[in-house]
């Protein structure tokens, strides 16, 4: 565009370069396609280009009126924003058969998916993103196995798991949080069971020493595992992925009935925007008909 990168001042000269920057980004999307930005997407650049002018050149940037209105029009003409389909019970039934579990590899992702769906974990907390970690990936030494009062106990004596997190992408005072999951009482689905998959996954890969809980074991692969059960299943794999792990924990608490306090902390949330992720699941309507009559 030909600009200077930094703006001289907070005037309205200013102000209206933010707004011709929105309408170049919603044209052309700054990008080599030279594919037009959604309203999302427009947002988080022009706050970058705020927060950088504030802790760089000690300058406030004010949106305009003009600008208000401009992003409620871009909104109302962008895309519906498209959130990934939660993973139900019934759907990780059909990803275990999917599974090897003579491959400790296969052992590792199973134990690993399933702790990501109880704990409500986002991919960043427990797996790898390509050949990055996040300082707060889940470690071994903070998971053990428990007793129902918390304390740690042996695997053969336990009826629930505790982990805990040095921090989150939303943890600005690295407090980090434990949380004790215990035994659903299903054969198949249940947190204690899921940690010794993992455990006897890493044995067999030679990694019982390494730092991390899930060793080796990245987005790339559990998303690719989720996706084919998908397609498994009939849906378009496009609306699963890792997130759909923590969307169906949340949503499963809340079809039980669960707290929403407790789903808050268990989620790690500062808000209650966990309560926009359900879907309505076949046994919340239940008895719906009948109330009806």
Known sequence: MGWHTWLPDSGRASSNKLIYFAIYLWK???????RGNQHNTIQSKLFSVIWYHRRYCGLQLR????????LQGIKRMSDPVRKK????PAFLRLLRPSLNFTQP???????SVLIGYFFLLRRSEYLAIGK???FYCLQTKDVFFADSNGNQVTASSASAITI??????????????WCTMHQSGDRSLCSVRALKHILRGRRDLNAVQHKYLCAELDTKTVA???KRTARKAGVSESNYSTRSLRSGGASALLAGKADGLAIKLLGRWMSRCFEAYPVQLAKSTRDLAKRMI
Do not use: C, E, F, H
């Not at 052309?28 to 030279?34: L, T, V």
């Not at 389909?85 to 139900?88: K, M």
């Not at 590899?105 to 134990?111: F, K, M, S, T, V």
């Not at 805990?164 to 949080?177: I, V």
């Open 63 to 70: 949106r305009s009126p003009q600008m208000t209105i401009l």
């Open 85 to 88: 389909q939660p993973v139900t």
């Open 132 to 134: 990055r970690r996040s």
């Open 224 to 226: 690719t595992a989720i």
């Open 105 to 111: 590899r296969d052992r590792l992702l199973w134990g």
């Open 28 to 34: 052309y999307g700054g990008n080599n396609a030279r």
């Open 164 to 177: 805990g997190l040095r921090g989150a992408k939303n943890d600005q005072y690295g407090r980090g949080s």
